[in-house]
């Protein structure tokens, strides 16, 4: 009785040192292009309702996050102009600025309205005018991200991606004895808010086609078990809880199946595609190996997974039915595991052993080249943003664990800095609008 | 005797401040029972669990896990491997003799790794040394229904650093005795 009152108390304190333990990340570029594009940003008119969001830092922040694009600096400005009319080419081209963004902030009822400009002051085109973005006003940060995203599309061809959200694993405390969060945020990682925690460890978040759910590993009960959960309600359902090995969650394309690794109390773990509607389970792969990791490709025909069948880990794919036979896929490295395969589907992210150290490197599936992308010495678990533009993975530097993302072609790296312990198993969510 | 048994579950979980996690359990795994007592074996009626070095091993099993030998509950493994290591043979038999004279005492094999490569591939590579071990003490004619197997891969560490000194502390499978 008396320990009951304890440890419910120790809950709540937990409970309540947990809610201020929110995950704020900070973006350092640790790698860009040798010549940044210069984007003048110039700070937007509020709106009544906004709070006071400082819409133009938020589009800078995610600019530069790229390593593509630098801000120029508000003392450089050579005036704060609110319309296209308004901006003086010859003086932006002098301040150095190749691009200027103008805009401004109204409220409509419980809404925000931005409208904004985008002029290339080089030529003095009008790449987008008065384009309008409407949110509600407990979101103003959705807003400026969407803003980001046509800026960003404009000038590269490539659909942005900052109005998106990501999932990862924060611990806190020393060794043995550990807390876990699983933490959902903003691309840019604000937002955060926490979606499971608890004393034994969760892993291997998984975002579903649509965004609403999350599937994850909990060893809350000391064994693992498969859950998923509505990240909006915090509504769980418990998918797989079988013997032995529960683990390795990845939603189908059509959102409608999971696949995951199994062992049985046998201890052997295979690849598996569990309905998530009827429940029915197809078994995948079946071979004494650790076969595990499973990754859909975009189609949803192929089941991509590692495999320590011919020895040390490599990755396969196979079929996504029953009794089909698997292709070795990846070669010319001793250790390649845990792939995700790029919007496309044309090539895979994975962690591959470099001497000594674990890094994420990228396959080209058709000319099966591989191409190494961090520098980190215990680098893992890549994750492909759903443009394809850039991957979020985790590093470790020193005791810490940290957050990077690197884009596709390897030459921009940046660090998302947490103000709390260590940060892991990073997801990024897919597109929402 | 009850409120004593309450008082020290409520010890030990403000002890491993691991509130809402199982602290019997994790008294539990620091249990190492007692040849020859029954039920709750390694814990003696004040609750605390204790092992006993001095006692002589006796009766079924021979060498009891009350003997320094079986006192030694954690089996390490060298990186990327199941195979147990010589210096781990007679441990695991000592337990293994003890088991199979002991067919109501259930073991939990929990497999760990260290913290290198990626974070599922390990939990199967935990997995793979928790079936060795259980293997292992089956050959001594532990029954598979005493046996149950859990893998946290790299997930839950002895050890904190990132060097050979730590990861060869996380390689590791732990015998824990439940019940």
Redesign the interface.
């Given at each position: 009785?008396?320990?009951r009152t304890?440890?419910n108390l120790?809950?709540v304190v937990?409970l309540l040192s947990g809610m201020q333990a929110r995950a704020e990340l900070q973006i350092d570029i640790t790698r860009g292009v040798t010549d940044p594009v210069p984007v003048a940003v110039v700070p937007f008119t509020h709106a009544a309702n906004d709070g006071g969001a400082d819409f133009a830092s938020i589009i800078d922040h995610d600019l530069a996050s790229t390593g593509r694009f630098k801000a120029l600096a508000r003392a450089s400005m050579p005036a704060q102009p609110q319309r296209a009319a308004d901006v003086n080419a010859t003086a932006w081209r002098t301040a150095r600025a190749d691009y200027v963004v103008v805009g401004r902030a109204t409220a409509s009822g419980d809404d925000i309205t931005l409208r904004f400009d985008l002029i290339n002051v080089l030529n003095g085109q009008l790449l987008l005018s008065d384009e309008a973005i409407t949110v509600p006003q407990k979101s103003p940060r959705k807003a400026a991200h969407r803003i980001s995203d046509r800026i960003y599309e404009k000038l590269t061809g490539v659909r942005g991606a900052f109005d998106t959200r990501i999932a990862y694993v924060a611990v806190e405390g020393?060794?043995?004895?550990?807390r876990y969060q699983l933490v959902v945020a903003d691309a840019d990682g604000e937002n955060s808010a926490i979606a499971a925690r608890?004393?034994?460890?969760l892993?291997?978040p998984a975002w579903s086609p649509d965004g609403e759910w999350l599937a994850y590993v909990s060893?809350e009960k000391?064994?693992?078990a498969v859950n998923v959960q509505k990240v909006r309600t915090g509504e769980l359902r418990q998918v797989s809880a079988r013997a032995?090995?529960n683990?390795?969650p990845a939603f189908s394309p059509d959102g409608k199946r999971l696949a995951l690794?199994l062992?049985g109390?046998?201890?052997n773990?295979d690849i598996y595609v569990l309905d998530l509607a009827s429940q029915n389970l197809v078994r995948i792969t079946e071979d004494p190996a650790?076969d595990?990791?499973p990754a859909w490709s975009p189609d949803g025909q192929t089941i991509y997974f590692?495999s320590?069948r011919g020895g040390?880990?490599q990755i396969y794919a196979t079929a996504a039915t029953s009794g089909s036979r698997a292709r070795r896929v990846s070669f010319g490295t001793s250790?390649a595991?845990?792939p995700r395969v790029s919007p496309d589907g044309k090539r895979l992210a994975l962690?591959t052993?470099e001497g000594a150290s674990?890094r994420i490197a990228a396959l080209d599936l058709a000319s099966n080249t591989m191409t190494t992308l961090s520098r980190g010495?215990?680098d893992?678990?890549p994750s492909f943003a759903p443009n394809g533009a850039m991957l979020i993975y985790a590093g470790?530097e020193g005791?810490q664990g940290v957050l990077a993302t690197v884009s596709v072609d390897g030459q921009v790296t940046a660090r998302l800095k947490s103000r709390e312990g260590e940060v892991r198993?990073p997801v990024w969510g897919p597109f929402t609008n | 005797m009850k409120r004593k048994h309450l008082f020290v579950m409520f010890a030990v979980a403000v002890l491993a401040a691991a509130c809402g996690s199982k602290p019997v359990k994790e008294d539990g795994s620091t249990a190492t029972p007692v040849a020859g007592t029954t039920g709750n074996s390694g814990v003696q009626g004040n609750g605390i669990p204790t092992v006993d070095m001095g006692r002589p091993a006796t009766g079924q099993g021979a060498v009891g896990p009350n003997s320094q030998l079986a006192a030694q509950r954690v089996i390490y493994f060298d990186f990327d491997s199941s195979d147990i290591r010589n210096e781990f043979v007679d441990v695991i038999a000592a337990h293994g003799r003890f088991l199979a004279g002991n067919a109501t005492v259930r073991v939990r094999l929990e497999g760990h790794t260290d913290e290198r490569g990626s974070r599922e591939y390990n939990i199967g590579l935990g997995e793979r040394r928790a079936q060795t071990v259980k293997r292992a003490l089956m050959l001594q004619g532990v029954q598979e229904a005493q046996i149950a197997t859990v893998s946290y891969g790299e997930e839950r560490p002895a050890a904190a650093g990132s060097d050979e000194n730590a990861w060869s502390k996380n390689r590791r499978v732990e015998i824990v005795y439940i019940n």
């Open positions: 009785m008396m320990s304890f440890r120790c809950c937990l020393t060794p043995p004895s550990q608890g004393n034994q460890p892993m291997s060893f000391g064994v693992a032995g090995v683990g390795a690794t062992s109390s046998s201890g773990l650790i595990t990791e590692t320590d040390g880990p250790y595991a845990r962690v052993q674990f010495a215990l893992e678990s470790r005791a198993e | -």
